[in-house]
């Protein structure tokens, strides 16, 4: 069995987890979260975000824009539905707390000083921070699965991924097809803490 067909086994399989897990128990539960996102928040599937160390604020926010319809997802939209505040503000801080994992991806040695170069052109470390940690309202991209930001950054660039204040579709306007590429090899590698 070649190592895509067991990854996307992996994601389709957990995918329907997380599905068929919201309609049984309460989504304001760490453990399910876990099902999708990994042990304490680090996932172990490539198009599924890493929560752990992520700023509580960011968190609470993609919560919310789930919940209110802004972000669609077919697993997270329903997982959110029914969450309050307060929950979603009490799993926010669950995960803010978690110590985010080593990244499971190398950046290659061209994009390295490439990525850095980008990120600063474009502002990404302006909003994300110097490191690409993260910060107050902001996601953490340092250390975050490849294919999860390649898709998310292809997504506000395309204007179809919802963006709370509108900066990054504009942000991502500029970007070429390379600059993606080499901007999330980059950040995918970078340490999260």
């Given at each position: 069995m070649n190592g895509s067909f067991r990854s996307a086994g992996a994601a389709a399989l957990a995918a329907a987890l997380c599905f068929?897990?919201?309609?049984?128990?309460?989504?304001?539960?760490?453990?399910?979260?876990?099902?999708?996102?990994?042990?304490?928040?680090?996932?172990?599937?490539p198009a599924n975000p890493s929560?752990?160390?992520q700023p509580e604020q960011s968190i609470s926010i993609q919560l919310f824009q789930f919940r209110e319809g802004n972000r669609?997802?077919?697993?997270?939209?329903?997982?959110?539905?029914n969450l309050s505040n307060k929950e979603m503000n009490e799993l926010a801080a669950y995960f803010s707390k978690q110590k985010a994992a080593a990244p499971?991806?190398?950046?290659?040695?061209?994009?390295?000083?490439?990525?850095?170069?980008?990120?600063?052109?474009?502002?990404?470390?302006?909003?994300?921070?110097?490191?690409?940690?993260?910060?107050q309202h902001i996601p953490r991209l340092a250390?975050?699965?490849?294919?999860?930001?390649?898709?998310?950054?292809?997504?506000?660039?395309?204007?179809?991924?919802?963006?709370?204040?509108?900066?990054?579709?504009?942000?991502?306007?500029?970007?070429t097809d390379k600059d993606i590429e080499i901007l999330v090899d980059y950040a995918a590698g970078l340490s999260p803490q």
């Amino acid at each position: 069995m070649n190592g895509s067909f067991r990854s996307a086994g992996a994601a389709a399989l957990a995918a329907a987890l997380c599905f068929f897990a919201g309609q049984a128990v309460l989504a304001a539960d760490p453990q399910l979260c876990a099902v999708c996102h990994g042990p304490e928040g680090n996932s172990i599937i490539p198009a599924n975000p890493s929560l752990a160390a992520q700023p509580e604020q960011s968190i609470s926010i993609q919560l919310f824009q789930f919940r209110e319809g802004n972000r669609k997802d077919v697993q997270m939209t329903s997982m959110a539905a029914n969450l309050s505040n307060k929950e979603m503000n009490e799993l926010a801080a669950y995960f803010s707390k978690q110590k985010a994992a080593a990244p499971s991806h190398k950046t290659s040695s061209e994009n390295a000083a490439a990525g850095a170069k980008l990120a600063q052109q474009f502002n990404c470390v302006q909003c994300h921070g110097p490191a690409l940690r993260g910060q107050q309202h902001i996601p953490r991209l340092a250390g975050q699965q490849y294919e999860y930001l390649l898709t998310q950054l292809r997504k506000f660039k395309a204007q179809k991924r919802a963006d709370l204040d509108g900066n990054m579709t504009s942000a991502a306007q500029p970007l070429t097809d390379k600059d993606i590429e080499i901007l999330v090899d980059y950040a995918a590698g970078l340490s999260p803490q």
